[in-house]
């Protein structure tokens, strides 16, 4: 069974400043679909980005970037030029690349994210 | 163009209750998932619909039910509910290999 491990619960970051959220996954499949959601206090989960497995070039949105390295099956998110809007839960989750079958998403426990002013 | 949308937005029942969400999925969407958030964990995989079939159907009790209707909606049904039901309730619709989520519904079961 695939699992998502965020090893940090709550992470802090003075506004306009990086931060790096970590995530690993453990799985035997070799094609499938990392993602990282927000969710906000308002309890909305919003789509961050989106990296697909056999893409060896790192996702980027604005922002937001990741650094995906399969062989270590890690997943983390940057964001750059952190702002007051970016505090949220962080999720970051794996589905297996399925053209008919389940589109299960399996969740890490998330990481808090504070916004220092 | 609208999001995925849940109603209700919050339910209180009573243990033993059954209670029915319902989903729309976002236009030109045919497939809908629905999880369940307990409060401070990452949401659980309840079904997966595509197209009216069950494609996948995650580790939850028979008291879960669901079904998709020619339009794409969906609707979970939770039979003979327990306080540990208590959870938001979140559906998402799909689109290449990517899923939107809906704002939830918040259920209390007292």
């Known amino acids: 069974a695939q699992t998502v491990t965020q090893s940090q619960p709550e992470m802090s970051v003075q506004e306009a400043e990086t931060v790096t959220l970590s995530c690993t996954y453990d799985t035997s499949e070799s094609d499938y679909y990392l993602f990282w959601y927000k969710q906000p206090p308002s309890r909305q989960m919003i789509l961050v980005i989106r990296?697909?497995?056999?893409?060896?070039q790192n996702a980027t949105e604005n922002r937001f970037s990741v650094n995906f390295q399969k062989a270590a099956k890690s997943f983390s998110l940057k964001i750059s030029d952190s702002q007051l809007g970016d505090a949220a839960m962080y999720f970051c989750a794996y589905r297996l690349n399925s053209n008919f079958g389940n589109e299960k998403l399996t969740f890490g426990t998330g990481t808090r994210l504070t916004i220092i002013p | 163009d609208a999001g995925v949308t849940q109603s209700p937005t919050h339910l209180i029942k009573t243990r033993g209750q059954q209670v029915t969400l319902r989903c729309s999925p976002i236009s030109g969407h045919k497939s809908v998932s629905w999880y369940q958030q307990v409060l401070g964990q990452g949401p659980q995989f309840i079904f997966q619909y595509y197209e009216k079939e069950e494609r996948g159907r995650g580790n939850f009790p028979d008291r879960f039910s669901a079904r998709q209707f020619p339009n794409y909606s969906s609707e979970l049904n939770v039979n003979a509910l327990l306080l540990g039901d208590s959870a938001l309730y979140l559906c998402?619709?799909?689109?290449?290999?990517?899923?939107?989520f809906g704002p939830g519904t918040r259920l209390l079961v007292l």
């Open positions: 990296q697909e497995a056999y893409k060896q």
């Open positions: 998402a619709s799909s689109y290449i290999r990517t899923q939107y």
